[in-house]
């Protein structure tokens, strides 16, 4: 099939969705004028952006043996100019902050708050900040979130996919989401992999498939167990446009049909759930992604993301300008949709 065979039969079916209303509230007509976007001017939110506070880097190589990824603000600045990003909301790389130790765990969620923080004071209106929280460290979670809330002013917060084998539907972290939910909070969500999952594949790192699948589990886990409908007011992002999610939509529905006892935990359906879900662009933005969360989610519900520095913005911005979206459409994705559900960020 040529190319633009398949963009008119992908432009025919996005088309076909907004009838049945799976595109509702996005405009169908429209030119990056007519939108207010100048193209050559940063526009864009980036909600799935990492950084590494250097003492977050210092503990991990002394305490655990683990390098990070090599970063500084310049990095992120540079190619943010170049690939026409406004604004980055910074979330701490991978694993987090959570390694068994109570104290530890409380310090380094702290310490890279605080960074993360000072990171959106020094270069104002091109940083905001996702705050790490120590979980399973129940305590120390609550305390952290009304000092990042009240305190830092941060936009929202990061889960790992789990925590000690515990994915984040599982009801011991339901005292945290409590709290979350009453304050309207946004969690955005990175994937880990998974202990049963390390050095499947011969040759491949974990990541290229378990952290599309940890994420699956995870977004799972919090329909399944009733998490997402007992807190119905905290705004969930999932990584690479939900991994394999989309296409798992059968097997959901199937579950959803025969379990007995589902209703009590997911009282509004699964479609219900997928639809209000947030989902960021990164590594998610080819076209078979593309298409197969189209029928799960409007793209109101999508988000630009570049998964800096692993991946450039310019990977993004090229495979989203190469798939039909509307002019409106991709603004919305760009920038329109991170400040509707952020309307801090427009300050």
């Known amino acids: 099939m040529s190319i633009d065979t398949h963009r008119r039969r992908a432009l025919a079916g996005l088309a076909a969705l907004g009838s049945t209303g799976l595109l509702a509230g996005c405009e169908t007509t429209g030119t990056s004028a007519?939108?207010?976007?100048?193209?050559?001017?940063?526009?864009?939110?980036?909600?799935?952006?990492?950084?590494?506070?250097?003492?977050?880097?210092?503990?991990?190589?002394?305490?655990?043996?683990?390098?990070?990824?090599?970063?500084?603000?310049?990095?992120?600045?540079?190619?943010?100019?170049?690939?026409?990003?406004?604004?980055?909301?910074?979330?701490?790389?991978q694993p987090a902050v959570w390694f068994g130790d109570v104290a530890r765990g409380r310090r380094l969620a702290r310490e890279s708050n605080e960074?993360?923080?000072?990171?959106?004071?020094?270069?104002?209106?091109?940083?905001?900040?996702?705050?790490?929280?120590?979980?399973?460290?129940?305590?120390?979670?609550?305390?952290?979130?009304?000092?990042?809330?009240?305190?830092?002013?941060?936009?929202?917060?990061?889960?790992?996919?789990?925590?000690?084998?515990?994915?984040?539907?599982?009801?011991?972290?339901?005292?945290?989401?409590?709290?979350?939910?009453?304050?309207?909070?946004?969690i955005y969500t990175h994937p880990l992999t998974a202990a049963c999952c390390r050095n499947v594949v011969p040759g491949l790192p974990d990541s290229a498939i378990e952290y599309a699948t940890d994420t699956t589990r995870t977004l799972a886990s919090v329909m399944f167990t009733g998490a997402a409908a007992r807190f119905p007011d905290i705004r969930?992002?999932?990584s690479h446009s939900g991994g394999t999610a989309p296409f798992l939509l059968?097997?959901?529905?199937?579950?959803?049909?025969?379990?007995?006892?589902?209703?009590?935990?997911?009282?509004?359906?699964?479609?219900?759930?997928?639809?209000?879900?947030?989902?960021?662009?990164?590594?998610?933005?080819?076209?078979?992604?593309?298409?197969?969360?189209?029928?799960?989610?409007?793209?109101?519900?999508?988000?630009?993301?570049?998964?800096?520095p692993y991946r450039l913005g310019k990977e993004v911005n090229d495979a989203l300008a190469a798939y039909p979206f509307t002019a409106a459409q991709r603004r919305a994705i760009d920038r329109d949709n991170a400040l509707r559900l952020m309307p801090t960020l427009k300050a």
């Open 34 to 93: 007519a939108a207010g976007t100048d193209p050559a001017r940063p526009h864009r939110i980036d909600v799935h952006h990492h950084m590494v506070a250097p003492s977050y880097a210092a503990d991990l190589l002394k305490n655990s043996g683990i390098r990070t990824v090599r970063w500084s603000p310049q990095q992120s600045l540079e190619d943010m100019d170049r690939s026409g990003i406004a604004l980055s909301l910074t979330s701490l790389v």
């Open 115 to 186: 960074y993360a923080a000072t990171l959106a004071r020094d270069y104002p209106g091109r940083f905001g900040t996702f705050a790490t929280l120590p979980l399973p460290d129940t305590e120390g979670s609550l305390a952290e979130i009304a000092y990042v809330l009240d305190v830092l002013k941060v936009e929202g917060f990061c889960l790992m996919t789990s925590y000690n084998g515990r994915y984040l539907g599982d009801p011991a972290f339901w005292p945290v989401y409590e709290e979350l939910n009453r304050r309207k909070a946004v």
């Open 236 to 238: 969930w992002i999932w």
């Open 250 to 308: 059968s097997r959901f529905i199937r579950e959803e049909q025969f379990q007995k006892d589902i209703k009590p935990r997911l009282p509004n359906g699964v479609r219900h759930e997928l639809a209000k879900f947030y989902y960021d662009m990164a590594q998610g933005n080819h076209p078979g992604a593309l298409d197969a969360l189209a029928r799960v989610a409007p793209v109101s519900q999508y988000l630009y993301g570049t998964d800096f």
